[in-house]
C-alpha cells in the first residue's frame, strides 16, 4: 500500500475532491495513514465528509485513517483533534461525529448510483494566475542570495535591477509585486549558517492568502509547495531535499495555476494550484450484505436546500430511516461548556415503491438508511 499523510485546509480538500481519480486502480492501493482539516469547526466537518463520499467511491483508496485522534486540552499542540479532554471530561468534536457516521453506516459493497439535475459545480475563487507579491526569507539560516532575476515571460520586462542580492538573515525581503500571468524568478543562495533554507513567498494577495515554496522545510527534510488560504496552509507538492553549506541555483516559474521548481538545473516541483469550489450534492451509496440496508450518504455544503428524489432499485424497501448532522452554524463548535452543541440527530421518513422524497438542508450530512 501507499502511505499518505496530509493535513490541509477546508479550501484544499474542497478544490481536491477527485484527488485519487488519476490513481492507477490496478496498482497498490492508498493507506490514507493521516488526513484532517484545519480546525474542530462544523464547517471542518462537512467538508470533510464531503471527502469522504469520494474516498468511498474511489477504486484506489484501501483505508482512511482520521487524525490525530487526542488532545488533552492543557497542552494544544494544534486543532484538528478529535477528541478532547481534561482529568475530568471528554469532548466529542463534529469531526468526530462524522468519522462515527461513516464507521457506522460503512455498508460492505460499493452500489452504483445515478443523479440527475444535481451535477452542476459551483466556483468559490476565480483565479487564472498567481500574482502578487514575490518575496524571500531565510528559515533559521544566514546566508547569501545573489543575481535575483524576476521576469515577465510574457513581455521580457524585468522586475529587479540587473544582479541584486541581499545577505540574508531571518528576516523576510520583498522584492517585487507582479500581475503577470507567466513569470520566473531565479536567484542563487549559499547557506553560511543555521539549519534549514528558504521560504520564497509569491502570489500573495494579503498576509493570509499566499503561496511559499520551501526549500529546506521541516527541519531541512523538504522541497515543498506550499499554498495558503486564509491563514490555513496546504502543502500541494513535496519532494524531499536537504540543504547545506553550497551555491544552489534555484527557479520558480509560474505560467497561469500552474507551478515548477528546478534546483541546480534539476526539476523538483511540478503542481497544479486548484481552486475550491462546491458540488451540488456529494453522493455515495453502498449496501450491507448483513441486514439488506441500502444507505446514502449525501453531504449539503450550499446554503441552499436540495429537494432530491431518492429511487432504490431492486427488492421492496418499506423503512427509511435518516441520521443527519444539520440546522447549525458554520463556525460552530462543541465545547466543554457546550459538549452537545453538535450531535447526530435522528428522523424517519416515508418509502412509497422503492422511492422517497427527501429534503438535504443547507449546510448539512446526511446518512439515508433504505430496509
Request: net charge negative; hydrophobic share 30%; proline share 4%.
Given at each position: ?31 490514507l495513514?493521516e ?5 474542530n469547526?462544523?464547517?471542518?466537518a462537512?467538508?470533510?465528509a464531503?471527502?469522504?463520499?469520494h ?6 483508496v484501501?483505508?482512511?485513517?482520521y487524525?490525530?485522534m ?14 478532547w ?6 469532548l466529542?468534536?463534529p ?21 440527475e ?12 494566475r ?38 540574508l ?30 521560504k ?13 515554496w ?7 527534510w ?6 495558503v ?10 519532494r ?10 534555484l527557479?520558480l ?9 528546478w ?5 523538483y ?46 427488492a ?25 452543541r ?28 433504505f430496509?
Open positions: 500500500m501507499i502511505d499518505e499523510h496530509y493535513y490541509s485546509s477546508p479550501e484544499w480538500f474542497l478544490a481536491n475532491m477527485h484527488h485519487y481519480e488519476d490513481y492507477d486502480e490496478k496498482g497498490p492501493k492508498v493507506f495513514g488526513y484532517a482539516s484545519w480546525g469547526t462544523y464547517y471542518n462537512l467538508v470533510e464531503a471527502y469522504m463520499t474516498l468511498e467511491r474511489s477504486p484506489a484501501g483505508l482512511a485513517c487524525a490525530p487526542l488532545c488533552h486540552a492543557g497542552y494544544v499542540n494544534w486543532k484538528p483533534d478529535m477528541l479532554f481534561d482529568n475530568h471530561r471528554i466529542k468534536t469531526n468526530y461525529y462524522v468519522q462515527k457516521l461513516f464507521m457506522e453506516y460503512q455498508g460492505t459493497q460499493e452500489t452504483a448510483f445515478l443523479t439535475g444535481l451535477d452542476g459545480v459551483i466556483p468559490l475563487m476565480e483565479k487564472d498567481l500574482s502578487g507579491e514575490i518575496a524571500i526569507q531565510g528559515n533559521d539560516v544566514a546566508g547569501t542570495i545573489r543575481n535575483v532575476r524576476i521576469v515577465n515571460r510574457d513581455t521580457g520586462a524585468q522586475s529587479c535591477p540587473p544582479d541584486f542580492g541581499v545577505d538573515q531571518n528576516e523576510e525581503h520583498v522584492l517585487a509585486r507582479t500581475d503577470a500571468r507567466h513569470y520566473t524568478l531565479e536567484f542563487t543562495f549559499r547557506r553560511s549558517a543555521g539549519r534549514k533554507g528558504l520564497i513567498t509569491f502570489g500573495r494577495t494579503d498576509a493570509d492568502n499566499y503561496l511559499q520551501e526549500f529546506g522545510g521541516w527541519d531541512n523538504d522541497c515543498n509547495l506550499i499554498s488560504e486564509n491563514g490555513r496552509n496546504s502543502v500541494i507538492s513535496q524531499l531535499f536537504n540543504v547545506d553549506e553550497r551555491e544552489y541555483c527557479k516559474e509560474a505560467e497561469g495555476c500552474r507551478i515548477r521548481t534546483v541546480n538545473g534539476e526539476p516541483n511540478d503542481a497544479q494550484y486548484r481552486l475550491p469550489e462546491l458540488e451540488e450534492l456529494y453522493v455515495s451509496a453502498s449496501k450491507d450484505g448483513k441486514t439488506g440496508e441500502t444507505i446514502v450518504k449525501a453531504v449539503n455544503l450550499t446554503g441552499e436546500e436540495k429537494a432530491v428524489r431518492v429511487c432504490i432499485d431492486g421492496p424497501k418499506t423503512t427509511g430511516k435518516a441520521v443527519c448532522l444539520k440546522g447549525h452554524g458554520l463556525a460552530d463548535e462543541n465545547t466543554f461548556e457546550q459538549p452537545e453538535i450531535v447526530p440527530v435522528e428522523e424517519t421518513f416515508r418509502i412509497c415503491e422503492n422511492a422517497a422524497d427527501y429534503v438535504f438542508t443547507p449546510h448539512s450530512f446526511t446518512v439515508l438508511r430496509s
